[in-house]
């Protein structure tokens, strides 16, 4: 249980706000490199509050600028993208990627006054199929090495679905083990529906209250449930909770790997779920995903929703999954998050022995903006190349023997990791 005001520094991310502070001292998704092709139209977008507009410019390199014409306030997704920029259709001015004004039409011959133009804009990077953005001040970090953002195309998938919350209460759902087998309960065995098989995924909905263990990184959290299985045997499961929004836990397309769900604020009420999935190998399924996609409107947001109940069937619940609302773990997640209320009050919980991992993720976080409003840096940054470098961070499903020590599994698993990421390179 949280106070009111340990639930507001962790749940408002607004400009100005220490919870909006720490967030801005990270690279945070802003659309999928699919939403905006080269010669594409602006997007106009909100992010942690603020109203932007995304575009690529004659050279295709995305640009993100503040949404409002520093002129006179016109909306600049509707603008010409021309002459090296976005050019807002109301007087002319033209905008580069960096915030610099470099044509004011109406001005007289020889005025040097758009050099004085300092437009609102923010740096922008592509990699995994999504466009990243840091709104913070100063120089930008290095954007993370992370192994899922640097993985081949054929090897890895990007999406993205709409959440009508606070970005805190889908994070809290990654990091809690527990619920997996109840909430994504499926009453059958997972190869007779073609999303996987094995004594693993059984144990999920056999055993409903694994051991649980988290240990401090740097970071984030280290995560292990350990479950039975068959034949003396038990199924270990790790996933990470990542500073300050990530999530990494196991899945993916067939083949070493696993999947990242990044929960970013549209505003303190609603936010996107980015989720990237890959495989080290050449053998990634993207069929794993087209139900997740003929669920998805061209706008990224659910046909399942509160308005619609997410269209739970009473009589699938009897006979095929817990939820009755159809196979899609989104939808699953999307339900279970937003029926705790737009911003849920923390004030009125009781966690218990099996919220371990979403208790120490909170005072993390509240550490981090402390740390961050006395002046210090946030943790998980990377400034130094060398540094930029992060071979222990990951998922791992396996089944091991009884009598092994799943504490030190990770280990192993990463090592491959490692060794398989190498042709990846460095970003």
């Not at 999947?259 to 303190?268: A, T, Y």
Request: charged share 25%; proline share 6%.
């Amino acid at each position: 249980m949280l106070t009111k005001e340990q639930n507001d520094l962790l749940t408002q991310t607004g400009p100005g706000t220490p919870g909006g502070e720490l967030m801005r001292r990270y690279w945070q998704p802003v659309a999928l490199s699919e939403e905006l092709p080269v010669g594409g139209a602006p997007v106009p977008v909100r992010l942690l509050g603020e109203d932007l507009v995304l575009f690529r410019d004659e050279q295709g390199q995305p640009g993100l600028l503040g949404i409002h014409c520093s002129h006179r306030g016109a909306d600049l997704s509707y603008g010409r993208l021309e002459d090296g920029g976005l050019r807002c259709i109301y007087h002319g001015w033209l905008y580069d990627r960096n915030g610099r004004c470099l044509e004011q039409p109406g001005e007289p011959a020889g005025s040097t006054f758009h050099e004085r133009i300092r437009h609102p804009a923010y740096p922008c990077r592509e990699a995994g199929g999504i466009i990243l953005t840091y709104l913070g001040a100063g120089e930008a970090p290095l954007l993370p090495n992370y192994e899922f953002l640097m993985a081949p195309d054929d090897r890895r998938t990007s999406s993205r679905a709409h959440m009508d919350c606070n970005y805190l209460q889908g994070n809290e759902g990654n990091i809690d083990p527990q619920h997996l087998g109840i909430l994504h309960r499926i009453n059958w065995r997972r190869e007779d529906n073609g999303l996987g098989a094995g004594a693993s995924t059984d144990s999920l909905y056999t055993d409903s209250g694994p051991e649980l263990q988290v240990e401090a990184t740097d970071f984030g959290l280290r995560i292990f449930a350990v479950r039975g299985a068959t034949d003396g045997r038990r199924y270990l499961r790790i996933s990470n909770f990542i500073y300050p929004n990530l999530s990494a836990f196991p899945g993916g397309g067939r083949g070493e790997g696993y999947s990242v769900n990044w929960h970013v604020p549209i505003d303190d009420t609603h936010h996107w779920k980015f989720t990237i999935s890959f495989s080290r190998d050449d053998a990634f399924d993207r069929n794993r995903f087209r139900q997740r996609s003929d669920e998805t409107l061209p706008n990224y947001h659910l046909t399942r929703t509160r308005d619609n109940r997410y269209g739970q069937d009473r009589n699938e619940m009897d006979t095929e999954t817990w939820a009755g609302v159809g196979f899609n773990f989104v939808v699953h997640d999307k339900l279970a998050t937003e029926t705790a209320g737009e911003i849920q009050d923390r004030t009125q919980e009781h966690t218990t022995w099996s919220d371990k991992a979403i208790v120490m993720q909170r005072l993390e976080l509240l550490k981090a903006i402390g740390d961050v409003q006395a002046g210090e840096d946030a943790p998980h940054i990377a400034r130094d190349a060398a540094a930029n470098y992060f071979p222990f961070l990951g998922a791992v499903d396996a089944l091991i023997p009884a009598s092994e020590d799943w504490r030190n599994e990770w280990k192993r698993h990463y090592a491959a990791g490692r060794e398989a990421a190498a042709p990846f390179g460095t970003g």
